[in-house]
């Protein structure tokens, strides 16, 4: 309403009969030059009862259209006995708003968190953030707690959110590294010998080949920048056991270095879950 004070002062000024009689009463006045623009011309004078009628099927339908109408409201100029009563009108819808997003984003973060991929719940908390684009700015304390308390619970969904994508982009490592290692243990088997060192010893050039390229393929995806530290140490175990089976053998460890530093191989992040 702030905006408006000008031009209520102005329509106030024209509106008080004793202001007038004044004015007309001063002699040495200038005469108002032929031309002299009208300020208040085109500006259309509302009454307080017609807000209401204006915002009834905007405030059934979606939040944004009754965020729009209620900013279309406070624009209105009103007849100067009204704009205590239009205020205290408009005061209430703008509550009303503020529950409508409030339950709105609540609903969303619940969604988000229960959210089966990521993709889902990135789009719940985008939402989230264009409705709180709509929110109105708080004019007490009473509304400045309220705001207080609905950002605290978007940024406490959001990093969940965020945990919870990491957490099942570990899971989803873990299967990548059992992967690995089982065909590890499938490739280490030679008939008749049980020692483990005089197995790595005799493993045929073919072995070192399938061992790299299972190794590769089951775990270069996987960006260790996003594991748990027990899920980090499960991954290096593993590609430890396979470059250990290279034997100290220089062009098979670049390989295997090279498998995993392939700039053609594209890092899954947990954005995807």
Request: include cysteine.
């Amino acid at each position: 309403m702030s905006k408006k004070l000008f031009w209520l002062g102005y329509v106030l000024l024209l509106c008080s009969g004793d202001l007038l009689a004044q004015a007309n009463a001063v002699s040495n006045q200038p005469p108002v030059l032929e031309g002299t623009p009208n300020l208040l011309e085109g500006i259309e004078i509302k009454k307080a009862s017609e807000i209401e009628p204006f915002l009834k099927d905007k405030k059934t339908g979606k939040i944004e259209k009754f965020a729009h109408a209620l900013a279309d409201v406070d624009e209105w100029f009103f007849q100067p006995g009204d704009e205590l009563q239009a205020k205290s009108i408009l005061e209430k819808e703008v509550n009303e708003l503020r529950v409508r997003i409030e339950n709105e984003v609540g609903r969303l973060i619940k969604s988000a968190l229960d959210a089966p991929k990521g993709e889902e719940a990135a789009n719940h908390i985008k939402n989230i953030t264009l409705l709180m684009s709509l929110y109105p700015s708080p004019i007490d304390d009473a509304s400045h707690f309220r705001l207080d308390k609905l950002t605290k619970g978007i940024t406490d969904a959001s990093r969940r959110v965020t945990e919870i994508q990491r957490l099942r982009y570990n899971e989803w490592a873990i299967k990548r590294i059992q992967y690995s290692l089982h065909h590890y243990h499938q490739e280490v088997k030679l008939d008749g010998i049980n020692d483990y060192k005089e197995i790595l010893k005799r493993l045929s050039n073919k072995n070192k080949e399938a061992l790299i390229k299972k190794c590769i393929e089951g775990m270069s995806e996987i960006d260790p920048a996003f594991l748990e530290p027990a899920v980090m140490d499960l991954y290096n175990y593993a590609y430890g056991k396979t470059r250990d089976a290279m034997g100290g053998d220089e062009n098979y460890l670049i390989k295997l270095a090279n498998g995993f530093a392939n700039p053609a191989i594209k890092r899954v992040t947990p954005s995807v879950f």
